[in-house]
């Protein structure tokens, strides 16, 4: 019985995984022309969504518990504003102003945490204040657009680039151009690895499992369930300061309608990676998957060229609904069983 | 004592006393500009119609109201929240002005087809929209939140597909009407305040209403008492998809363009806080449609008020979240066991002394 419960929510996550290299393979044999085959396209897609995929393993340990966190893409706009402003108008150092950022992160996630877990309010209203709080509080800072020049720390950062000793494509002047990534993309893979390794062999991982499972047993097995659930918000808050860190890197400015509705590509690519909004199933491995799904389809829509760029969302809609269907029998399948 | 606590248990206490906040608010504003204290709830007519931030209140809000209806019941049946709403009303836009001006025109000042099936084609549209959120809830199990972010994605996208990605215009008189004036009076306050006179029918003669709540308190319990759960659920979905969709037709008539990207952006979670605001429990179960509709009207008093103060509508929604946030704290179980603690301990020390 149990063996059967991995393999259906082990077989979602292959279906993520093979859906995104046919995805991948189908791109390279339509567009080989447009520079698709070339291994510094797959390096732009981690690079341009370095920033969503901590969010995303992020939202996957919120999701699991139960819960969702919509807050995210605000946070993030918020994040960009103050690093913005911070560095052209405050003049603050730039490594101050990240750890300023994270600590925000921090704070943001205990008080949307505490509502959810000790006040027992939803967390979808809660997280919407935040979405609401933080996205006003980004004007509040700075009506206009902020462009980071004047520092050089963040510039540098920014630019870094780490090149491959291998795969490099002749461009058309005949000189060979190594593919590279950012230093986001370390970051973010670094962030995924750990959140692999947390959810999987640390007490808390295996808390925010259970608790996704079945609050009631997991209070009787004598877990801190309000703990815990307070810990997981500000986890996700804390990973999307640094995601927040990612996109301003990629960006270099701030804005006020930067991010809008990131949450909802977080949310999807966790659902399409194979994360049940029920709680309880989910691997943030898959979640990296959904989110160079996304990606794929992006770079897809830019690479014809002559789409409208709004066809990449229906795509994703498209998906979405299909894998959502695809649970949604897998667990008719598991009931019919018991 | 006594009586105020009962005033304070009263299903409507909580949007009614927020609405009076907002409009003390708006007293003191007035007394503090030195404005006549009572400016607020002035109504003149100006240019033949009627003026005054009262009527801008009621004007503005209309789509709210309007999504404030089908949100309710929504919550109430399936416990969960339909997101799609401001995306299916721009689907709305997209759909009656490309019929309306025809395919890739941008700027027309005449019908390609008549206005009658432009508005029902869209509303046709919306309500498959609602039929879909609501077959993907009602028969497959899905959260609500999860199902309805499918067309929360999509619904804007195609709306943007049909309008070429580009702003249509309409410039015609009678488009016009549904979101200007009728005589005096604005136009979208009589569309709102027919729905929510029908809603109001429907609910209070039909046993509509108490086939929701019950199929919202306890889905498994009503199905054996002999309801059809799914479908009443599935009917709930439907019509807020509807409601989506007039209020589509009011935002972009006053506006007389599909201005795809903006319309309805962001509406979902005004909706959805008008149901919070109005008393509702978003656990689904028991609702108040009175309620809610207070609600609505009360954030769009909100929203004038802070224009009023001279916020700009980038920065409203810092104090729309502090709004949320206290009133859902005070509605919080734990809260309230935590204050009755305290008052209890203060009786006591009182009866000691």
Redesign the interface.
């Known amino acids: 019985m149990k063996k059967s419960k991995i393999s259906s929510n082990n077989l979602l996550l292959l279906i993520t995984i093979v859906l995104f290299f046919v995805m991948y393979l189908a791109g390279c044999g339509v567009y080989a022309g447009k520079g698709f085959t070339k291994v510094q396209n797959f390096m732009n897609i981690l690079i341009n969504n370095a920033g969503l995929i901590c969010v995303t393993a992020g939202m996957t340990c919120v999701m699991l518990t139960g819960g969702?966190d919509i807050s995210v893409g605000s946070l993030i706009a918020m994040d960009c504003m103050i690093l913005a402003v911070g560095i052209e108008r405050w003049h603050w150092s730039s490594p101050a102003l990240m750890l300023f950022i994270l600590a925000i992160g921090i704070v943001f996630g205990f008080i949307q945490g505490f509502?959810i877990a000790?006040?027992?309010?939803?967390p979808?209203?809660?997280t919407?204040?935040?979405?609401?709080?933080a996205?006003?509080?980004?004007?509040?800072i700075c009506?206009e657009q902020v462009s980071i020049v004047s520092d050089k720390i963040f510039t540098a950062l920014s630019n870094f680039k780490i090149q491959f000793p291998f795969g490099g494509a002749v461009n058309k002047k005949g000189v060979l151009v190594l593919p590279y990534i950012r230093i986001t993309v370390i970051v973010a893979l670094i962030v995924v690895v750990a959140i692999y390794l947390m959810l999987k062999y640390t007490k808390f991982g295996r808390s925010i499992y259970a608790i996704g499972g079945n609050q009631q047993s997991a209070t009787l097995m004598g877990l801190d369930v309000k703990k815990t659930k307070l810990k997981t918000y500000m986890l996700s808050s804390f990973l999307t300061s640094i995601g927040g860190i990612c996109f301003c890197l990629n960006t270099m400015a701030g804005t006020?309608t930067q991010a809008t509705g990131l949450e909802?590509d977080a949310?999807?690519s966790a659902?399409i990676g194979g994360t049940l909004?029920?709680g309880g199933v989910g691997n943030v491995i898959g979640s990296l998957f959904g989110v160079l799904i996304n990606g794929t389809i992006s770079a897809l829509v830019k690479a014809n060229g002559k789409l409208?760029s709004?066809?990449a969302?229906?795509v994703?809609?498209?998906l979405?609904?299909f894998f959502?269907?695809l649970?949604?029998i897998f667990?008719?399948i598991k009931e019919s069983k018991k | 004592m006594s009586s105020l606590k009962k005033l304070t248990q009263k299903r409507l206490f909580l949007p009614i006393f927020s609405m009076i906040l907002v409009m003390l608010i708006n007293v003191i504003y007035d007394i503090a500009c030195g404005n006549m204290p009572l400016q607020f709830f002035v109504i003149t007519i100006k240019n033949g119609v009627l003026y005054g931030r009262l009527i801008d209140v009621l004007n503005r809000g209309s789509e709210i109201a309007i999504l404030a209806i089908g949100m309710t019941l929504v919550v109430s049946s399936s416990a969960g929240?339909d997101i799609s709403v401001g995306s299916v009303m721009s689907l709305y836009a997209g759909v009656c002005c490309m019929i309306l001006a025809g395919y890739g025109n941008v700027n027309v000042s005449s019908y390609a087809h008549p206005l009658l099936v432009g508005i029902l084609g869209g509303l046709a549209v919306t309500t498959i929209c609602g039929l879909f959120n609501g077959l993907?809830v009602a028969y497959?199990?899905?959260?609500p939140?999860?199902?309805t972010?499918?067309?929360?994605?999509?619904g804007?996208?195609?709306g943007?597909?049909l309008c070429?990605?580009q702003i249509v215009y309409v410039r015609v008189p009678s488009f016009q009407k549904l979101g200007a004036y009728t005589g005096i009076i604005p136009t979208p306050i009589i569309v709102a305040a027919i729905c929510i006179a029908i809603a109001a029918c429907v609910l209070k003669f039909t046993a509509l209403g108490t086939y929701i709540q019950s199929v919202g308190i306890n889905k498994k319990a009503s199905r054996i008492a002999g309801f059809n759960s799914a479908k009443i659920i599935l009917l709930t979905y439907i019509i807020c998809g509807l409601c989506a969709g007039l209020a589509g037709m009011v935002a972009t008539s006053r506006i007389y363009s599909a201005d795809t990207n903006n319309i309805g952006l962001n509406m979902e979670?005004d909706a959805?806080?008008s149901v919070?605001l109005g008393g509702n429990s978003?656990?689904g179960g028991k609702f108040n449609l009175a309620g809610s509709i207070i609600g609505a009207y009360t954030i769009q008093a909100i929203t004038t008020t802070l224009y009023a103060l001279g916020v700009?509508s980038?920065?409203?929604?810092?104090?729309?979240?502090?709004v949320?946030?206290l009133i859902?704290?005070i509605q919080?179980?734990?809260?309230k066991a935590y204050m009755k603690k305290l008052t209890a301990k203060r009786t006591q020390a009182k009866e000691a002394a």
């Open positions: 969702i509502c000790y006040l027992d309010i939803q979808f209203i809660v919407m204040a935040g979405l609401f709080f996205r006003g509080m980004t004007a509040v009506k006020t909802m949310i999807s659902v909004l029920t409208i709004s066809w969302n229906i994703t809609a498209i979405l609904c959502i269907i649970q949604s667990a008719k | 929240t993907l497959l199990n899905i959260q939140m999860v199902a972010l499918i067309l929360w994605s999509a804007r996208a195609i943007l597909l070429n990605s979670m959805i806080l919070a978003l656990g700009s980038a920065q409203a929604p810092v104090f729309k979240a502090i949320v946030i859902v704290v919080a179980e734990p809260f």
